[in-house]
């Protein structure tokens, strides 16, 4: 069984729901293999407009899968009232009406991290600074170069692996910057490798154009996968020897609720 793994929905009802249909589609299970567990990397709430009709597909979702969820930034700023940019006049109102909702039990408990067979899951990045709230986990950043900064600490690639290896970690899987990147640990060195997108040829579902890019687990990784929201939604979907990086191409059809 595999699972699939998504980020930054940013309260983006549609692209979520896209996701969700999609999975049930036989042809993706052909093509990728069957799913029994979802794990959604925070970022849940903000920017979009349509905050309730996404944790209603959360919670829907749980029911039908096992759903393990980290907390994003974006929802850490929420839930503790930490102002953030991003969020036009009614996704604000809208977002000010869910509060006090038992939607939100949902981010009850949930912790920054998840670790599973080798594998770190994180919104932002995996290292330990304390609790200072642009130090957490959710709102760490990879860079080319560290330090802190007003959008939250930035880390290195090499940073990354060197956490990993102290927690006898192979692989990092995160979200956040809401565009995807791998990094990969070879014998020469810490290389960015290229992505290549291969378009699929079966059709989708609402007449969706996807296509997809397959990296072996054959070495330490570092994983970041692009925003679950907009046009373009972009997942990954996990077995036990590949992470396939996986982006639907659907023009006019998803990203109503996201602005």
Same mark, same amino acid.
């Given at each position: 069984? =595999? ?29 990728? =293999? ?16 349509? %905050? ?58 949930? %912790? ?12 932002? =990045? ?72 291969? %378009? ?19 070495? %330490?990784?570092?994983?970041?996968? =692009? ?33």
């Amino acid at each position: 069984m =595999g699972t699939v793994v998504f980020s930054d929905v940013h309260a983006d009802a549609d692209a979520l729901g896209m996701i969700s249909d999609l999975l049930r589609d036989n042809a993706f299970a052909r093509r990728f =293999g069957p799913v029994d567990t979802l794990v959604n990397l925070g970022d849940l709430l903000h920017r979009g407009n349509c %905050p309730e009709p996404t944790l209603e597909l959360i919670r829907d979702l749980s029911k039908e899968y096992r759903l393990i969820s980290v907390l994003g930034n974006h929802d850490h700023a929420y839930l503790n009232g930490v102002p953030v940019s991003g969020s036009d006049e009614i996704s604000t109102r809208r977002h000010e009406k869910l509060r006090g909702s038992p939607l939100l039990e949902i981010f009850s408990g949930m %912790p920054m991290e998840w670790v599973d067979r080798g594998m770190l899951f994180v919104h932002g =990045g995996p290292l330990d600074l304390g609790t200072q709230t642009l130090r957490l986990k959710c709102w760490q950043r990879l860079s080319r170069t560290a330090g802190d900064s007003f959008t939250g600490y930035h880390y290195t690639a090499q940073m990354a692996f060197e956490a990993l290896e102290r927690r006898g970690l192979s692989f990092l899987v995160c979200g956040h910057q809401h565009t995807h990147i791998c990094c990969r640990k070879t014998t020469s060195g810490i290389n960015e490798h290229r992505i290549r997108y291969v %378009p699929e040829k079966e059709p989708l579902l609402y007449g969706c154009a996807m296509e997809s890019a397959r990296i072996l687990l054959d070495m %330490p990784t570092l994983f970041r996968i =692009g925003g679950c929201h907009g046009d373009e939604p972009e997942f990954g979907y996990l077995d036990s020897t590949s992470f396939t990086y996986i982006r639907l191409k659907c023009p006019g059809r998803c990203g109503t609720s996201f602005s």
